[in-house]
């Protein structure tokens, strides 16, 4: 039997990536299948990085995010093999990707740790296998696979095999060193949870020589500690974490993790036994640590046999070897919990913290993830109280813990197999299919998004990008894991020129969203595979189809995503998710009237504009014009408001229909002391509706005619009840 329990050893962790990934993903060369949302972040800047030559700091490219650049850390592109594979490069097929096989070696290392870890305390192979496996079966393992590098586990079960194994100190600190150091070159959310551990077991021995007050010893401590610390430093250092402007970014609080975490798993597909709940969207994602069934029942099972049993308490030793990681741990969940507690969808409290300091803990921001550590500790207490349990006990506990967990998760395991569905097939380019791309790119020294927001068409990016990258053509944009904002200024410019009719000739324009150019650019605008561009002047005489603009609906919104966008001057602040901001004193956007579709097919008798905005930290007085003269003062309080604005009928005999917005008394940031940002913001515009006043008017009025034929039966019913009620009294034979 010994072979057969090796061989399953072996087995093992091949068995359960084959369970959670498409074994296709292991082919170097198929990247089609990450060409998409953060997996194009990642593939994308590690693909720019090999493209330019090694040079100083050797961890930074400026193909991507051109000129300003990005280091690979920030496109999260793990640096570790980044720096591998670039140096074998001219080994390597042109189309090449390490996010596959680093899965696999994620999950053989997982493995591998938590055999590791649970092996001494384990009473034979067997048990110690099933150890293993429900260590490799936690779902936050898996369903971080869209952020590759925060796979990596297993350098938590790193840190805690060397808290709880290894017994020499000097080899401790040589291990810690080597752990923390090595994950600097990776993902710096890792080093803060390891770091945990770490001073964890720092703490264990400095107390009692502080205590002592032992100066040599705690000098002595200080050192390996610095020593330990200085690792990682250099390391990050090497992947870029201390390059550029990108040390700030919002969230903390926001991608926490909400009480019910352990035990709600989110989407009802995603347990077989526990009904799901929806959590709030930073919280579903970055704050996911659903445990599974089986492990839940092994943490409860646990408890009930340490309560119980003799047996099982005599994990006590074990269980206090760990009291040093409380104090540590405590730390890690409040960071996770934020001072956003949540329960289920009960906010229990929210703590108003001071701007500054959410600035510094923005470092910080997916919070959520804080909780890995305590899991993986609390299944290792509990497997250690299984070990020490009666042996029919252990043979029956571990195998039921392995089988629940995996019906538990069937739902789950599918839809994280989906994720890598798509490496299936061969095919690298999907939404830019046509070669002619390759061809407009030669003849094109960069290549410029407009807007510069990869996430109007993160895939269509990508597929462009990586083309362009290969080409080793510059790129003004990227997706950085924080905002670099010497890079975010120079893109606000390119808008600015672009929307005065200003470009680069040597350049290829890719539109990710369909928005009329200026009127000097239309001639020059053309379509390649439903996407607009410019084509560099070297190459405009191809023969491409003219573009098509679709017709503007009546109800327009003005977030990134939404075609209303395009109709702003360059007097608003780039949009955001679901609107934009004015800049400056006066702000206009021209809609094309003539062109624009009414739901009912007819041009407003009353035409009138409704509009949702709101004024940026105070409220503001705005004036409206159209075309030129004014028609409204809009008084904008800090919360969304609606805001009709009378229009002449007179405006359907232009093409166009300009609206201006006066601001009166804009705002900077600078004013608040909250940054050097001068730029003076107004109003924010999320939604404006060409509609009828007329029909409006109309059903308000009879919406009023209802409630006031409602309220004449209500007072006409009470005033009859009270003549029944008299005329009773009136009835009533009266007392002697």
């Keep these: 039997m010994t072979w057969a329990r090796r061989l399953l050893i072996v087995a093992m962790p091949l068995l359960l990536f084959s369970l959670f990934f498409h074994i296709e993903i292991l082919d170097p060369t198929r990247i089609g299948w990450l060409l998409d949302e953060d997996w194009g972040q990642h593939v994308l800047g590690w693909h720019a990085f090999r493209n330019v030559p090694w040079a100083w700091p050797f961890n930074y490219q400026n193909l991507l995010a051109w000129p300003t650049g990005v280091s690979i850390i920030y496109t999260d592109s793990n640096p570790f093999f980044s720096f591998i594979f670039k140096a074998l490069s001219p080994l390597l097929p042109d189309n090449f990707q390490f996010i596959g096989p680093w899965f696999l070696l994620c999950v053989v290392m997982q493995f591998f740790f938590a055999w590791k870890l649970v092996r001494p305390h384990a009473p034979g192979p067997w048990s110690a296998l099933a150890g293993a496996i429900i260590m490799s079966l936690l779902p936050a393992l898996y369903y971080r696979m869209r952020h590759d590098t925060l796979v990596a586990h297993f350098l938590i079960l790193w840190t805690l095999w060397i808290f709880f194994n290894v017994k020499d100190e000097r080899k401790k600190n040589i291990w810690y060193a080597t752990a923390l150091g090595l994950t600097g070159f990776l993902h710096p959310y890792m080093l803060f949870m390891m770091a945990a551990v770490w001073g964890a077991d720092v703490l264990r021995i400095f107390v009692p020589a502080a205590k002592a007050i032992d100066r040599t010893r705690v000098l002595q401590i200080l050192r390996d500690a610095a020593l330990v610390f200085i690792c990682p430093f250099i390391t990050l250092g090497i992947s870029g974490a201390y390059s550029g402007s990108s040390a700030q970014a919002r969230g903390f609080g926001f991608y926490s993790m909400g009480l019910d975490a352990p035990f709600n798993p989110v989407q009802p597909d995603f347990s077989f036994f526990i009904k799901a709940h929806p959590q709030d969207m930073g919280q579903y994602f970055e704050g996911y640590q659903y445990m599974g069934l089986g492990i839940l029942g ?231 595979d439903g996407v607009w561009i410019i084509p560099p002047q070297s190459m405009r005489n191809l023969p491409l189809s003219q573009p098509e603009w679709k017709p503007i609906k009546a109800r327009m919104g003005f977030g990134y995503l939404n075609q209303g966008s395009c109709l702003l001057d360059k007097n608003w602040a780039a949009p955001e998710a679901d609107g934009a901001w004015t800049l400056g004193k006066r702000a206009e956007l021209v809609i094309p009237i003539q062109e624009v579709q009414f739901e009912s097919g007819e041009r407003p008798v009353k035409p009138s504009i409704r509009l949702v905005a709101k004024s940026f930290f105070r409220p503001m007085t705005v004036d409206v014009l159209i075309n030129g003269r004014k028609r409204a003062t809009m008084e904008l309080e800090k919360i969304r408001s609606y805001q009709d604005i009378p229009l002449p009928p007179s405006v359907f005999n232009r093409p166009d229909m300009k609206v201006s917005f006066i601001v009166r008394d804009p705002l900077s940031l600078k004013e608040l002391g909250q940054g050097d940002d001068e730029r003076q913001w107004g109003m924010k515009l999320f939604r404006l509706t060409i509609e009828d006043a007329a029909v409006r008017e109309k059903e308000e009025a009879e919406k009023k005619a209802k409630i006031a034929a409602a309220q004449e039966s209500v007072r006409e019913a009470a005033i009859k009840a009270q003549q029944v009620g008299t005329a009773a009294g009136q009835q009533a034979p009266q007392k002697p």
């Design 298 to 528: 092994l943490l409860l099972g646990a408890l009930l046999l340490y309560q119980i049993t003799f047996s099982a308490r005599q994990a006590r030793p074990f269980i206090d070897s760990a009291k040093p990681l409380i104090i540590p741990f405590i730390c890690l969940l409040v960071i996770a919990v934020s001072h956003h507690v949540q329960f289920y969808d009960i906010v229990l409290f929210k703590l108003p913290l001071p701007k500054y300091l959410l600035d510094k803990l923005a470092v910080l921001r997916a919070s959520g993830r804080f909780f890995w550590p305590i899991a993986y500790t609390l299944i290792l207490i509990a497997l250690v109280i299984v070990y020490k349990s009666r042996p029919k006990v252990m043979k029956v506990a571990l195998p039921l813990v392995i089988i629940v967990q995996l019906i538990d998760l069937q739902g789950f395991i599918a839809a994280m197999r989906k994720q890598t569905e798509l490496a299936t097939s061969p095919v690298i380019f999907d939404q830019a299919p046509d070669p002619i791309w390759d061809k407009l790119i030669s003849g094109a020294k960069g290549v410029d998004f407009y807007p510069a927001q990869v996430h109007l068409n993160d895939k269509l990016f990508y597929e462009i990008a990586w083309r362009a990258v290969s080409k080793q053509r510059y790129v003004n944009t990227m997706y950085m894991a924080r905002e670099n904002y010497e890079q975010r200024a120079i893109e606000l410019k390119g808008r600015e020129a672009y929307l005065n009719g200003n470009i680069n000739n040597d350049n290829l324009y890719v539109f990710l969203n369909q928005c009329i150019a200026p009127a000097n650019l239309q001639p020059l605008m053309r379509e390649v």
